[in-house]
């Protein structure tokens, strides 16, 4: 099966080879101590409005990645081709 065909059936995941820093480990510590902080003191109704924030930055964020990803596909195609 070719590279294109791998990925096209889901067989290869990009960002399975992503290497985390230290710099966005750090960052994902603070979010998680930010968040239980926040789910700590909210009431019922404001914890459901912070869950579906973050819900929603979560969505945003997948269709941010995969635009670059799109992109970076792009770009390196037309790069091969020159």
């Given at each position: 099966?070719?590279?294109?065909?791998?990925?096209?059936?889901?067989?290869?995941?990009?960002?399975?080879?992503?290497?985390?820093?230290?710099?966005?480990?750090?960052?994902?510590?603070?979010?998680?101590?930010?968040?239980?902080?926040?789910?700590?003191?909210?009431?019922?109704?404001?914890?459901?409005?912070?869950?579906?924030?973050?819900?929603?930055?979560?969505?945003?964020?997948?269709?941010?990645?995969?635009?670059?990803?799109?992109?970076g596909f792009k770009l390196?195609?037309r790069l091969l081709t020159?």
């Amino acid at each position: 099966m070719s590279i294109l065909q791998e990925l096209w059936y889901g067989n290869i995941n990009p960002s399975e080879d992503k290497e985390v820093y230290d710099e966005e480990k750090e960052l994902i510590k603070l979010m998680a101590r930010h968040q239980e902080c926040l789910t700590s003191k909210l009431k019922d109704k404001e914890l459901d409005v912070l869950k579906k924030y973050v819900e929603c930055v979560d969505e945003y964020t997948s269709f941010i990645e995969c635009q670059a990803f799109e992109i970076g596909f792009k770009l390196a195609v037309r790069l091969l081709t020159e």
